[in-house]
């Protein structure tokens, strides 16, 4: 049983040594009675999220910490090879939280999603039918409070949930706009994911003048993914009642100390309502998205971009390279053939 090893805790930025690919030579069984699964993985997500656990962490309602020596957990699709659970039968396929090695024992498949639907590429139920999808359905529809016609900035936009949050605006009809790490990331800002406009941040001296150039008349929506100076810089330019929606701030992630905000009084004088949120309170809406989000896919309406690295050994370093913007739209691991 192939695994990647969590090697230890880590501070500052991750390194691809902070985990290791080995062997194991024990023979993975469902225990005699056991009401969990024993699955074969497919795919494997790479999530910013798993930054916060390879730390201690603290925090009531969040996910555990990542556990030294034992393999990285995470969101994956996989086959059923035996199951104890009445949900599941053998060569059943799904979604959900699973191990990096080849076989894994789930022993809470209550939380596992059965995949219903095969007719769309599998390695999607780790990103655009899988948690990401979520996050941006969730976050948009039910924090953002949207209306047709407004404006909505979405930074890291040509991510995991940035496409989709942006895709979804669009269809819903309003002005969009996305900052992104590269010149190719804006070009399928643009041209694949048909934002209205898009800035490439790391070329951006001024990115107040930026979103001023993006957005004369200001932001009604601002769906966050980065935090640190973008935030600052968008909350100069946001309107009257605008709402921002906290997803994620990953250029805080790696840092010992967070950066300041300093225009925080915006919220203030512009009566704006700033709210984060989880995913995991929202998967109750999953059929409902699936039933908005599966035609669209067959219509062209929506569109995917994945980055698919294969096999274990690349792994860490897909991983990591979620945090220098190496991976361009979904990053995911394919370890198995289906
Ligand atoms: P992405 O696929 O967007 O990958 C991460 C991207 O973040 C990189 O490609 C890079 O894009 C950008 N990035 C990395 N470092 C920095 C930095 N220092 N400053 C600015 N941008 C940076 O990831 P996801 O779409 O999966 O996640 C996006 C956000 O959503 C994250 O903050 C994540 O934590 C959050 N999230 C929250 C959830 C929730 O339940 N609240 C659930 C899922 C995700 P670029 O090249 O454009 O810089």
Redesign the pocket.
Known sequence: NKQVIFRDFVSGFPKETDMEVRESTTKLRLPEGSSGLLVKNLYLSC???MRNRMEKLDVPGYVDSFKPGSPITGYGVARVLESGHPNFKKGDLLWGFTGWEEYSIITAPETCFKIEHTDVPLSYYTGLLG??GM?AYA?FFEVCSPKKGETVFI??A?????QLVGQFAKLFGCYVVG????KE?VDLLKNKFRFDDAFN?KEEPDLDAALKRCLPEGIDIYFE??G?K?LDAVLLNMKLHGRIAV?????QYNLEQPEGVHNLMNLVLKRIRMEG????DYYHLYPKFLEMVLPQIKEGKIVYVEDTAKGFESAPAALIG??????V???VVAVSHE
Request: glycine fraction near 20%; include cysteine; hydrophobic fraction near 35%.
């Open positions: 999530d910013p999220y948690m990401p996050t976050g930074s890291a040509s991510g995991a949930v940035g900052s992104a790490g590269s990331k941040y993914n980065v640190g973008m997803c994620g701030m990953i250029s949120f989880l995913v995991f979620l945090f220098s913007g190496r991976n739209g979904k990053q």
